[in-house]
């Protein structure tokens, strides 16, 4: 219990300081209690609430806090704006000194349901800043949940902040690019080797293209056939460990600068398996109903940044070198937060306030 106290305060005071004004009332009342979660899905490394509630530090019995934690995810006055937004706010306030890379892909959560993610790439994995959550199986989406999240995304970045948008085959839709172009966003996304373009008045698909044993090739200036209007470039990148061409869309001019940014789209990837099988087991959570996940994903994504600090705090610290080794370091940033929560908490040493996240920018 003793342990769960001192990871509970630390959070709680954390989510208090980072805010941007003092919490009081019904705010105060919520944020505590999201704190308690976020400690017990750190703690139990778990979404199911019987086991969050099991790693809570709180007086009441299991089934108490298992249906407080109820009423939290079911209550409608607890949303993205009031309990996340203020968070990654200050998250971006961070980085937006440099160019932010913004992936976007979709994942299991819960049962039969489907989270639209958009994520930060930082270093090896993507910090979660928004997303969108529908009924569905793994699959493509549909395009008007593509614009709905690119538009919820365009007012988080800070103004001036230079971007550039990363997406897999599904995010090749027209009216989606023209969306990312009117924001003044940088651009890689795939497409299929069937795409209809048109050059020259001349309509044609990439697989079409003889480009030989080059590695990569550009194609610029080109159409899409269902938007004559929609100019941009198409890059062929052929790299002898794949069976084929990946074909992408872009508005980059260098193609081998193309390639360098859309290689950065599979750190989303580490971020899903961070939240599921490596870490909080998001796939597991037992809810079957959006609005509900939503909610979780606040906890999940705050706990998850919370893990990436320490992460970070460690390394700065020099405690990496105690709680790994102290010729090299071989663990993920996720996997030293862990450690260092768990060192502190088992040497009975104090675990820092988090009072600004002006660690990501010095990292």
């Known amino acids: 219990m003793a342990d769960n106290v001192s990871r509970y305060r630390s959070i709680l005071k954390s989510l208090k300081h980072l805010y941007f004004e003092e919490p009081k009332g019904n705010l105060a009342r919520h944020l505590t209690t999201m704190a308690a979660m976020i400690s017990g ?5 778990s979404c199911q609430l019987p086991a969050i509630a099991s790693k809570t530090a709180d007086s009441r019995k299991v089934d108490s806090r298992i249906r407080r934690f109820a009423r939290w995810i079911q209550n409608d006055n607890v949303d993205y704006e009031t309990y996340f937004l203020p968070y990654v706010q200050a998250l971006l306030a961070c980085l ?9 892909d979709g994942s299991t959560v819960g049962r039969n349901c489907i989270s639209l993610v958009a994520g930060v790439v930082y270093h ?52 989606l690019i023209k969306t990312i172009k009117s924001y003044h966003w940088l651009f890689v996304l795939r497409t299929s080797k069937n795409r209809r373009l048109i050059e020259h008045g001349e309509s044609f698909s990439l697989n079409q293209l003889d480009v030989g044993n080059a590695p990569q090739f550009r194609l610029p200036d080109i159409h899409l ?4 209007e929609l100019l941009l470039d198409a890059v062929i990148w052929w790299e002898k ?20 940014w859309y290689e950065q789209r599979f750190k989303i990837e580490t971020l899903f398996s961070d939240k599921k099988s490596r870490g909080f087991n998001l796939q597991r959570s037992h809810l079957a109903e959006p609005r509900r996940i939503n909610k ?8 998850y940044i919370f893990i990436i600090y320490f992460g ?37 040493k104090a675990i820092p306030v988090v009072r600004q996240l002006n660690l990501f920018s010095d990292y």
């Not at 937006?96 to 976007?104: A, E, G, P």
């Not at 056939?225 to 004559?228: C, Q, S, Y």
């Not at 074909?247 to 360098?260: D, F, G, K, P, V």
């Open 96 to 104: 937006s000194h440099r160019l932010l890379t913004i992936v976007v």
């Open 241 to 260: 460990q794949y069976p084929e061409p990946i074909y992408l869309l872009t508005n980059i001019e260098l193609a081998y600068e193309a390639i360098y």
């Open 296 to 303: 979780l994903l606040i906890a999940t994504s705050l706990a």
């Open 312 to 348: 970070i705090l460690s390394l700065q610290t020099g405690f990496h070198k105690i709680i790994h080794r102290t010729d090299r370091c071989d663990l993920s940033l996720t996997q030293l937060g862990f450690r260092l929560l768990d060192y502190l908490l088992n040497m009975n």
């Open 124 to 175: 090896q994995r993507a910090l979660p800043i928004c997303w969108i959550t529908r009924r569905g199986r793994k699959g493509h989406l549909p395009e008007t949940m593509h614009l709905e999240l690119v538009n919820q995304l365009a007012q988080l970045i800070p103004e001036g902040t230079p971007v550039v948008f990363l997406g897999d085959g599904e995010f090749d839709g027209a009216q």
């Open 41 to 45: 899905i750190i703690g139990s490394r």
């Open 225 to 228: 056939a269902e938007d004559h």
